[in-house]
Structures are given as structure tokens and as C-alpha cells.
């Protein structure tokens, strides 16, 4: 299964789900949000919608240095470290250490950052940005202080945060498979570049619309846990990996009267839509209470360096977790 490395990199590895299937789960996930606190969201549905495929744009060889770190944010490969990866280490640092070292006993030339993935790690890190720009919405707004510039950062990081929810919602980024089936291959799956044919052109075709997700979404719920949410959300989506192949070899992403691939396709979409709408709802709710200490943007100031309570600050030695590898401690549950 790993002798294939030249295939591999001779994949573009620009796949994600199509333009439509971005700008409609990201239409979906705001139409979710009417009903709730976070309605003045609606103002900034158009913007939303354009960041869905944007991070994409980011992975070509023209910005090497932006590629090199954004392309492993679009993949969770599972059959490279099943343990590892089903419940990973809370920390983007820590998990790089723990692979790095798998490699250094496998000397696997695909045991290594790239062809893992760390995509849990930019959803988790997106749903902070906007949780941290809701709590200065709401110190705004005790200030009576217009709210204009800082909700719409929070809606860039909305729209952004889109692109990772929905790349974990299609199976074929939750495998190394994701672009062709590799190695042993008794079934006889296709070895070309199924990618395309499922999330873009069966999208297309089909002429999806946020519609068809949002009778989809229930109410909102509250995450004790959002890593782990995100992290199982993907689990799911991996597990269907080889109903993708199935639906493919009988022809059915060519086929829009197809009902299991629509099926698929919109309860991915619609699935994605409700846990991205969950965390945004999550991030709103924890926002509330104010942190233990919180710096004023801009201030240099690293927040909890003079709290007195470093024993709980990722970055203080004193933490217990505390690994001198990464120069921090996981985040805590």
C-alpha cells in the first residue's frame, strides 16, 4: 500500500469539493444561524459563502512556503496512524512530534506531516479565532462601540473554517485513497482520479443548493468537546470511503438520477453544515465568560505570563503536560 509514493506525488492534490459544494454548505451553515443570537451573521452570508473554497487557493507552487503548510491542513489520511489519529494529541505540535517519531522507527517515506494530514488541527484553531472574536464582540457591545469590523472577522474565520468542515465531511480526504485507490485492490476500484468525478462534477451536475441541506440541520447544541467533534466528524466521513469507490464503479457519479450518490453527497454536505453550525453556536455560548486573562490586541502581551496561575498556561514549564519538544502542553479538555 505504500509503494506507490511516485504516484502520489504526482497528484496536484488541489482537491477539495468543488466551488458549488463549498459556497453551499457555507449558505447553509448561516441560514442555521437565523433563528439563534447569532442572526447578525445574515448581513455577512455573501462573504461567507466566497471564503468556502478560498483556502484552496492557497496550495498552489507559486507561494511554496504557504503550500508547504497549508496543504496538509486539507487531509486526515486514517490508514496512516489509525491510534494516532482517531484520538489524536490536543496540540498541532504534539501530534508532528508523535508522527515524526513513528517515522523515525518505520523510516515510511509517507509516515511524515504531508501525507497524514493535519486537518482537525486548522478547524480547531479557526473555531478559537472566531470564539475569540465573539468575546470582543460582546465587550463591544458592553462599550457601546460600533461591532461593524469585528463581526466581520469573525465571518472571514466562519468562511474560512468552512473549507476544513467541508473537506472532512467527503471521504476521500479522510484516506489515502483519495485520489485513486492504492496497493491491493481485489475489488477492483478505479486507480485514476476519482476526486474530481464525486465532489465536483456529481455536485454540479446534480445543481446542488443550500436547500437541499438545511431541512438537514437540527437545533443547535452546545460541544463540551469541539476538537473531538471535529475529530469524529471525520472518523465518519472516512468510514465511507469505500462507498465512494462502489458508487463510482457502477457508474453513479455520472448519473444524477442516482439516489445513493445524491444521498451521499447531500448528507455529507448537510452533516458538515450542522457540526460547523454547532461549533459556531459552541464558540458564542463559551464566549461569554471572560478568560482568566486576556491581553488587549495588541498589547505583546502573552496572555496568563503574569496571572500567578501559570501551572494551567500551554506554554508555561510549570504545567504539568508541559513538553519541552514543542515548548508547551496540550490544550486541556
Known amino acids: ?15 477539495a469539493w468543488g466551488v458549488r459544494g463549498h459556497h453551499e454548505m457555507n449558505r447553509a451553515v448561516v441560514e442555521a444561524l437565523a433563528d439563534t443570537e447569532l442572526q447578525f451573521l445574515l448581513a455577512q452570508k455573501d ?5 468556502g473554497p478560498i483556502p484552496d487557493s492557497y496550495r498552489t507552487n507559486a507561494e511554496p512556503f504557504l503550500k508547504i503548510f497549508e496543504d496538509p491542513n486539507h487531509g486526515w489520511f486514517l490508514e496512516q496512524s489509525r491510534d494516532l489519529m482517531s484520538k489524536p494529541p490536543r496540540s498541532r505540535y504534539e501530534f508532528v512530534v508523535e508522527l515524526h517519531e513513528q517515522y523515525q522507527q518505520s523510516k515510511d517515506k509517507l509516515t511524515n506531516v504531508r501525507w497524514t494530514g493535519t486537518m482537525p488541527y486548522a478547524a480547531i484553531e479557526h473555531y478559537e479565532r472566531i470564539k475569540a472574536a465573539f468575546r ?36 476521500l480526504h479522510i484516506t489515502i485513497h483519495h485520489d ?5 485492490n481485489p475489488n477492483g476500484y478505479a486507480t485514476d482520479r476519482i476526486h474530481g468525478r464525486m465532489e465536483t462534477q456529481f455536485v454540479d451536475l446534480i445543481e446542488l443548493k443550500s436547500s437541499d441541506l438545511t431541512p ?7 460541544y463540551d468537546d469541539p476538537f473531538q467533534e471535529i475529530v469524529n466528524h471525520y472518523l465518519k466521513a472516512g468510514s465511507l470511503t469505500e462507498t465512494v469507490y462502489r458508487i463510482d464503479k457502477q457508474g453513479g457519479w455520472a448519473d444524477k438520477e442516482n439516489k445513493e450518490a445524491r444521498e451521499l453527497v447531500t448528507k455529507q454536505l448537510a452533516g458538515g453544515a450542522e457540526v460547523m453550525r454547532n461549533l459556531i453556536y459552541t464558540a458564542w455560548v463559551k464566549s461569554a465568560p471572560a478568560p482568566a486573562s486576556a491581553p488587549a490586541p495588541g498589547s505583546g502581551q502573552p496572555a496568563g ?4 496561575r501559570n501551572m494551567t498556561n500551554p506554554i ?18
Not at 147 to 160: D, K, S
Not at 180 to 184: A, I, P, T, V
Request: glycine share 10%; charged share 20%; aromatic share 8%.
Open 316 to 333: 508555561s514549564p510549570a504545567n504539568p503536560l508541559y513538553n519541552p519538544k514543542t515548548g508547551s502542553a496540550p490544550a486541556a479538555k
Open 1 to 15: 500500500m505504500r509503494t506507490l509514493l511516485g504516484t502520489l506525488l504526482a497528484v496536484s492534490c488541489a482537491f
Open 216 to 222: 438537514r440541520i437540527g437545533k443547535p447544541v452546545v
Open 47 to 51: 462573504w461567507i459563502v466566497y471564503l
Open 305 to 308: 505570563a503574569n496571572d500567578g
Open 136 to 171: 470582543r464582540i460582546r465587550q463591544a457591545r458592553t462599550r457601546k462601540e460600533d461591532t461593524r469590523f469585528v463581526e466581520q472577522e469573525a465571518a472571514t474565520y466562519i468562511g474560512l473554517l468552512g473549507h476544513y468542515m467541508a473537506d472532512g465531511s467527503q471521504p
Open 180 to 184: 485513486g485507490w492504492q496497493g491491493d
